[in-house]
């Protein structure tokens, strides 16, 4: 077995919707307010890891689809970068979805998808592996088809014979549903102390919102 190295590198990737999905289900918060850098330093911090960088994905929707989030996610990603946090936006993608009423009358509507947001995230824990610019990965998003890349990057230590440990963090509270981290990673569950500690401070939303 490869030791494991006295300083750990470490890089977290962040699926941003996923994230706020899952924040606003374990606490209530009913806008993205998590700050990148705190959340990923905290977690570093509890894991004895050295922080290296962190790189987030999400989806942005169209200003004449959502000129609320377009203008919302416009702003954060800004700052974000400015921070020196690695961002990666793709539009968001809208198709019609009917369902079923109580009553069995149908009812349609618009829901926006990433298309490519979560290919690239897991292209991206598999390159950067590939490349030894991790010791450690940490994943925040609970999103299951991120498993096969978990296993590339258990395959890449194995076939290089390094230490390399993939964890998954996640907001956990007794409102969340989803309780479970990624498949075959190691699980870091966010509590809300943990979380306030590492809320973006700053409002993105449009003033006149």
Same mark, same amino acid.
């Given at each position: 077995?490869?030791?494991?190295? +006295? ?5 977290? %990737?962040?699926? /941003? *919707?996923?994230?706020?999905?899952? =924040?606003?289900? $374990? ?74 009423? +109580? ?5 349609? %509507?618009?829901? /926006? *998808?990433?298309?490519?947001?979560? =290919?690239?995230? $897991? ?87």
């Amino acid at each position: 077995m490869p030791l494991q190295p +006295s300083v750990l590198r470490t890089i977290s %990737f962040i699926d /941003g *919707q996923n994230l706020f999905y899952a =924040v606003k289900e $374990a606490f209530g918060y009913p806008f993205p307010n998590y700050d990148p850098l705190l959340l990923s330093k905290a977690v570093c911090t509890q894991l004895n890891c050295t922080f290296h960088d962190v790189y987030f994905y999400t989806g942005v929707p169209d200003p004449q689809d959502d000129p609320f989030w377009n203008h919302f996610w416009a702003a954060k990603l800004a700052q974000m970068g400015r921070a020196g946090v690695r961002v990666y936006s793709r539009p968001l993608r809208y198709r019609n979805q009917t369902v079923r009423l +109580s009553d069995g009358s149908p009812y349609t %509507f618009l829901v /926006g *998808q990433e298309k490519g947001v979560d =290919v690239r995230l $897991a292209l991206d824990i598999v390159r950067l592996a590939r490349e030894n610019l991790y010791d450690m990965c940490i994943i925040f998003s609970q999103d299951q088809d991120l498993t096969e890349a978990v296993d590339e990057v258990k395959r890449i230590a194995s076939e290089t014979d390094r230490w390399i440990k993939v964890v998954c963090a996640f907001p956990y509270s007794p409102a969340s549903k989803n309780k479970r981290g990624i498949d075959k990673t190691d699980w870091v569950k966010i509590n809300r102390a943990k979380y306030d500690q590492c809320i973006d401070r700053r409002d993105y939303r449009p003033k006149t919102a």
